[in-house]
Structures are given as C-alpha cells and as structure tokens.
C-alpha cells in the first residue's frame, strides 16, 4: 500500500545525496539513514523526478498525463523517499505571514526547522512572537544580545544585572532595526522582587560567576510562575550552559553545579571566542525549545565548555538529592524481618555504573581499570566526585573486581550525602537487602577498626588448616610476592573477629562479620597493597608499620555460612557486647534505589551495661 498520494506536494530535503551504480541502481542518503534501488534505469527516473519535487506541484499535477506504468513507478520511487525521510509533504504546513524578506533573510532557520519537523515558516514565526528577557552583565549580555539578534528573534528585553557598557548595546539594536522594522529590543531595570518579568515566557541569565545568588533567585521565581528558565555560566574554570528549566523538567541549575567536576584548567578569565560560543550554544537551544524540534531529554543535558581548548560536549545532569531534599534515612525496626520481606530481581549492575559514569557530571569520575596490574588479582578502579576519592577494588574475576569497584563507590557516594546529618552513618548497596545490609555492617566494622589505633595480634593462625577455596588462593597469591607470609588473628572489634596478615614488613588487618570475611578481607588488603606500587585508598582493611603479636599457634574455623546466618549472628555478637546496630533505608537518587536491592545504612553505639 503506497504511503504517498496524488494531493501531496513532496520536498527533497538538503542532505539527500545520491550516488549512482553504474547499470545496477542507485544508494541514496541523508543525515540519518541510507537506502539501495536497484535498477538499471532507476538513475534516469531520479533525474527526472528530483527537480519536480520541490513543494510547488502536487504528486497527481506531477504525473499528470503520464501512462499508467509510468504513473505507477514515480509512486513506487515517492513512496521509498517518502518512507525513509528524504522527502517532506509541504502541503500539511500551517499558514504563516512572514514576509518574503524575512523568509529569505532566515532561510537556513527555517529549513533546519522543516528537516526536523513540519511547518517551518510557522514555528519560525511563533518563535519570533515569543516573550522573551536576558539577564546578564559585561561581555556575555552582549553575546547573548547577538546571539539573540542572528537567531531571527526582532523583539526582547534586555536586563543589566551590573554595570555594563550600554552604548554599545544601543548600536546593536540601531544596526539591526535598521535592517529588520520589526525588531523591538528594550534595556530595562529589574524591579524589587522581578515583578516586571512577569509578562516573559522564556528567561535566560547569564552570569560570570559572582551573582549566583541572584541567578537562584530568578531560577526559584521562574519555577513558582512556570517559565522556562536557560542558565548560562561562567565561573572560574566551570562554563556551561544549562539546563533548560520548566515546570516539567527534573533537572535544574543547582542540581547541575553541583554535578560539574572541577578540573586542572586555570583561566582567569574567559576569552571573548569562548563567550560567543557558550551564548551561540544556549540561544540555539532556546531556539530549538520554542520552535518544537528539541526532543524532551534535553532538559536534563548541559553544553560544558573548556576555556583553554574551546572544546565542548554534552553531559546528563541527575537530579541531586541535596536539592531535592530526596535525602531521607527511614528507621528500620527489625532488620532481620526486612530482610525475609523484601525480594529483588536480579539488577544489571555494570549498566548502572556506566550510566552514572562522567568524567563531567557523574556520580563517578571514572570506574575502570586504567593501568592496574590484573594478576594475581583483577583490580578495578572508582573515583567517586564527591566526596573525590580513589577506590581499588579486588576480585578472582574482572566482573568481580568491577562490580565490587562500582559499590564500594556507591557506598561511598551515599555516606557522603549523609556526613552532616549522621557522621557515623555507612551505607550498603547490594542484589539483596541482605547483601545490603551485610555491606553496609562490614563497612561500618571497617570504620571502627581504622579509629581503634589499637591493634594487637593475639595469635598465629596455622594457614595448613585453611581449606577454603578462595582463601587458599589468595594466600597461595601473596606467597608468590613474599613466601614469609604470616596470618594471625587479632583484638576483636565489637566482639567480631580482626585477621591480621604479616608480609613486606608490613601489618595488614581486617574487621570481619566472620572468621572468613575477615580473613578474605585482610588477604585482599595485603594483595592490594603488594600489587601496586602507589598507595591506594583500600576498602578493605588497614596497614600498619608494627603490632604487639604473640606466636602461639592456633587453628581457625572458616564454616560455611549463608549471608542470612552471618548477618543473624553478626547481630547477636554485637548485642552480647553491648553495640546497638540501627539500620536505616537511605534515599538517594532515583537510579540508584531503581538498579539496586535499596541502600541501605547502619550507624553502631556502645551502650552502658545495666
């Protein structure tokens, strides 16, 4: 069934290229797709047909006194163009008054409008009735200015947020109504409280960085009036621009600033190129706002500009929880009945870590292996943004050693947002609650260890006696780097055990919610350590140049235990030493609770014995 009809009047858009097959068909292409006719006489059918398709004639006015066959094969050719985008029909455009003179002066606005969508005479005139004010200061209200000016917009309201050269101003807007009578530009005083930005639908404020209060301001009283709110900023070496903000959108400014990772770069001050170029950015994607072709995503995006190389990128803005308000800690009762309530599909981890993953605006910096030895051990490295720090993880498996990577980052993400209101407090990510809850009790075990500073080995554990598995491999790992490796077991932490490991002269300890994970743990600590060369924030343990030790040999009980078991029992360890474990569920941001089991959050205390 053909997809064309004879009332159509078909457009060729500009990016459709043809290229001929000598006697075998023709490709044709454009910016998003490419298509294969076959045919030894299809390359003369296009021809003839290409120069008639250009919205003055109508598809039946076209094969108007044609035979039938040939009739016939210009819809076959119509109807492929049509399908795959090369051709628009002009003949669904909604009227417009624009005047000649102005449909050839912004020819390329309007025809970049008409490839995305239709009606691009009529968008480009709505786009020039629309209300609009710019709120700047300096070099960047004149960009803004004369991005606003190339655009087609004739009339807007100017808005000096500082002292700013205003003749030059005038002889802009003097230069462009002498070449556009419809041009309407006023420079006005903000009055108390912005009442008179009342009548504006759209507002853009430009700021260089030292009025963001303000710039709150007007992005708060934009929200309340439901306007769509553009920032553009530059401040110290961070220029962006961005987000659009409407009543709809999740993101907005704060979010966005508190998202940008800082760099290396030190400008100090912005070059007039680099000025231009952010106000060209933000003005055309207002531009693409008002006039519909900008897809809905794109409220949450920033345009971030490097003011040393002039090289610019987008990047995803999350919603923070700090603006949000979305941080809440959720007292949870009985953790061990959570648990048995609370069942979770298996989570595609590696997709949330990429996903949350900029070297911009992400959750993490970076999460990979960089340079990292990948033997004995597979190795993998976090940088979590903030609070900025370094993590390498370990594990038997790159997928291991990568996804205990990612958590140990999340965890340390979410600890972050809660310093303030619960310093004690650490966070768990795990598939399960269980998992959850065990990560965030080991972290906080870890904690505890590394304040004690008192740490003493009170026996020498016999590693023949060792059969488990994975322990077996790490110890038979660290033997390959030092054959004197010695274990032992320690003070304990809160009445669960403390593992010691003894090589390179150095004392390697971990806290653990067993006899194996602290021995695990404490392996790992050591491994980390021995297998790189730089001193790398480790998650696992603790080292220490000396400890008092005592020799006695001792044989250590390594039972299998489920996560179920080792949290019950961890549980009731702490309540026999008097530790009160009070677990929370922690909010955060959306993506995080959606791709996990819950984060959760646990915060111990000594309580006085009645």
């Not at 605006?361 to 940088?383: A, M, N, R, Y």
């Not at 340390?412 to 990510?429: F, I």
Request: proline share 4%; hydrophobic share 35%; aromatic share 8%.
């Amino acid at each position: 069934m053909n997809k064309v009809n004879p009332s159509m009047c078909l457009k060729v858009k500009k990016d459709l290229f043809i290229y001929p097959e000598h006697n075998k068909g023709v490709y044709l292409r454009n910016n998003v797709t490419s298509v294969r006719i076959e045919g030894s006489t299809i390359e003369k059918w296009l021809e003839k047909l290409i120069p008639l398709l250009d919205g003055s004639l109508t598809l039946g006015e076209v094969t108007n006194g044609l035979p039938e066959p040939y009739k016939e094969q210009v819809y076959k050719i119509t109807d492929v163009l049509f399908e795959n985008g090369f051709v628009r029909d002009v003949s669904q455009d909604l009227p417009h008054q624009l005047s000649e003179s102005i449909l050839t002066k912004y020819a390329s606005q309007i025809e970049y409008i008409n490839y995305l969508k239709d009606s691009g005479a009529y968008r480009f005139q709505k786009y020039r009735e629309t209300k609009v004010a710019v709120l700047s200061s300096g070099s960047l209200l004149h960009s803004l200015v004369q991005s606003l000016i190339d655009s087609g917009l004739p009339a807007f309201s100017i808005f000096a947020t500082q002292e700013t050269d205003e003749k030059r101003l005038h002889k802009m807007i003097a230069k462009v109504k002498a070449a556009d009578p419809d041009t309407l530009i006023s420079i006005t005083q903000l009055e108390k409280n912005s009442e008179n930005l009342q009548r504006f639908d759209y507002i853009i404020y430009g700021s260089e960085g030292n009025d963001l209060n303000k710039l709150r301001e007007i992005q708060k009283f934009c929200i309340n009036q439901g306007k769509t709110f553009l920032p553009v900023t530059i401040e110290k070496n961070a220029a962006f621009a961005g987000p659009i903000v409407s009543a709809e959108s999740n993101a907005c400014w704060e979010s966005a600033y508190r998202r940008l990772h800082q760099t290396e770069e030190a400008i100090s001050s912005a070059s007039s190129t680099a000025v231009s170029m952010l106000a060209n950015v933000a003005v055309f994607e207002l531009f693409k706002t008002i006039t519909g072709v900008q897809e809905s995503k794109k409220d949450s995006l920033i345009y971030r500009l490097s003011l040393e190389t002039l090289e610019g990128s987008w990047h995803p803005v999350i919603p923070h929880p700090q603006v949000t308000g979305n941080t809440k800690a959720l007292p949870i009762p009985d953790p061990l009945v959570h648990m048995l309530d609370t069942n979770h599909p298996q989570k595609d981890f590696q997709s949330l870590f990429y996903q949350i993953t900029s070297r911009d605006t992400g959750i993490f910096h970076t999460w990979e292996e960089e340079d990292l030895l990948q033997l004995p051990l597979s190795q993998c490295k976090v940088t979590v943004a903030d609070p900025r720090t370094e993590i390498v993880c370990s594990g038997l498996t790159h997928d291991e050693a990568r996804t205990e990577a990612g958590l140990s980052g999340i965890e340390t993400y979410v600890k972050g947002l809660y310093r303030d209101a619960s310093p004690t407090l650490t966070a768990g990510a795990g598939q399960t609650a269980i998992e959850s809850m065990c990560r965030a009790l080991q972290n906080s075990l870890h904690e505890a260890l590394a304040k004690t500073k008192e740490y003493a080995a009170s026996s020498r554990l016999d590693v023949s006696s060792i059969h488990d598995e994975r322990c077996r491999f790490l110890i038979k790992s660290l033997s390959k780097f030092c054959p004197e490796t010695k274990v032992y077991s320690g003070v304990k932490v809160f009445g669960l055990p403390v593992v010691w490991v003894h090589t390179n002269d150095h004392w390697y300890g971990s806290a653990g919610l067993n006899n194996k994970l602290a021995l695990e743990r404490a392996l790992k600590t050591a491994l980390i350590d021995t297998q790189n060369n730089e001193n790398l924030f480790n998650p696992y343990g603790v080292r220490v140049n000396s400890i008092p030790c005592e020799t006695q040999l001792q044989v250590i009980s390594l039972d299998e235990q489920s996560l179920h078991e080792t949290f019950a029992s961890a549980l009731q360890t702490l309540e026999k030493n008097n530790v009160r474990a009070q677990f929370f569920l922690l909010q955060a941001e959306t993506i995080l609770n959606e791709h996990t089991a819950g984060i959760f959050g646990v915060t111990l205390s000594e309580e006085e014995q009645s």
